[in-house]
């Protein structure tokens, strides 16, 4: 997939905001400080497409960008560690959950884990939750480039172990700092695109 345009469509808080385009979509999920919009970023080659937070947590929105008139790119808001109020927690939850159940044009979640650390519970419980509503997905491991080779291939193995990866889900190391994994992320994602992989 070879991404030439990018745009921002809409930051949208509920269904009836949500595009009628028919298009495909991924989506993009992941704890609040994964590294979601710098992996948007480093996929579209756009600095600021996605707005890089320093407050975890502050993507209360479901953003949609349009890529190239093929897809778009949805970016769900992140879980953990963000210091809200209960209420406002269960209503993203709503959202997410709302959005991943029930949305037709989705083809496919990108789901993002700090490779430096093992997946969390919730990390764990949003993989599993993924797999029991059979959406295909893609494991992203965020920051490769703070973590050295010689350890690399330990951490992406107990990564996939502690998550209960099966056979058919990819696991791809990417540095949005060296575009490290980029290629490879872009080629799953036009196979959920387009089957053919054109």
Same mark, same amino acid.
């Given at each position: 997939?070879?991404?030439?345009?990018?745009?921002?469509?809409?930051?949208?808080?509920?269904?009836?905001?949500?595009?009628?385009?028919?298009?495909?979509?991924?989506?993009?999920?992941?704890?609040?400080?994964?590294?979601? #919009?710098? %992996?948007?970023?480093? @996929?579209?080659? =756009?600095?600021? $497409?996605?707005? +890089?937070? *320093?407050?975890?947590?502050?993507?209360?929105?479901?953003?949609?960008?349009?890529?190239?008139?093929?897809?778009?790119?949805?970016?769900?808001?992140?879980?953990?560690?963000?210091?809200?109020?209960?209420?406002?927690?269960?209503?993203?939850? #709503?959202? %997410?959950?709302?959005? @991943?159940?029930? =949305?037709?044009? $989705?083809?496919? +979640?990108? *789901?993002?884990?700090?490779?430096?650390?093992?997946?969390?519970?919730?990390?764990?419980?949003?993989?599993?939750?993924?797999?029991?509503?059979?959406?295909?997905?893609?494991?992203?491991?965020?920051?490769?480039?703070?973590?050295?080779?010689?350890?690399?291939?330990?951490?992406?193995?107990?990564?996939?172990?502690? $998550?209960?990866?099966?056979?058919?889900?990819?696991?791809?190391?990417?540095?949005?700092?060296?575009?490290?994994?980029?290629?490879?992320?872009?080629?799953?994602?036009?196979?959920?695109?387009?089957?053919?992989?054109?």
């Amino acid at each position: 997939m070879k991404i030439t345009r990018a745009e921002f469509v809409v930051s949208a808080a509920s269904p009836r905001q949500f595009p009628r385009e028919g298009l495909p979509e991924i989506a993009f999920v992941g704890r609040s400080n994964v590294g979601k #919009s710098s %992996l948007l970023n480093s @996929l579209t080659r =756009r600095k600021n $497409l996605a707005k +890089v937070s *320093q407050t975890p947590g502050k993507t209360r929105l479901i953003t949609f960008y349009r890529i190239d008139n093929r897809c778009f790119f949805v970016d769900l808001p992140g879980y953990g560690f963000a210091r809200v109020p209960k209420a406002v927690k269960e209503q993203w939850a #709503s959202l %997410l959950e709302g959005y @991943l159940q029930n =949305r037709e044009e $989705l083809c496919g +979640v990108v *789901q993002l884990v700090d490779l430096r650390h093992l997946p969390t519970a919730a990390d764990c419980q949003m993989f599993a939750w993924l797999q029991h509503y059979g959406i295909p997905v893609l494991v992203v491991g965020t920051k490769a480039d703070k973590v050295s080779r010689g350890r690399r291939r330990e951490q992406e193995r107990q990564i996939a172990r502690t $998550l209960g990866l099966p056979p058919d889900v990819p696991l791809v190391s990417h540095s949005a700092k060296t575009g490290e994994g980029r290629e490879e992320v872009l080629q799953l994602l036009a196979k959920w695109v387009s089957p053919a992989g054109t």
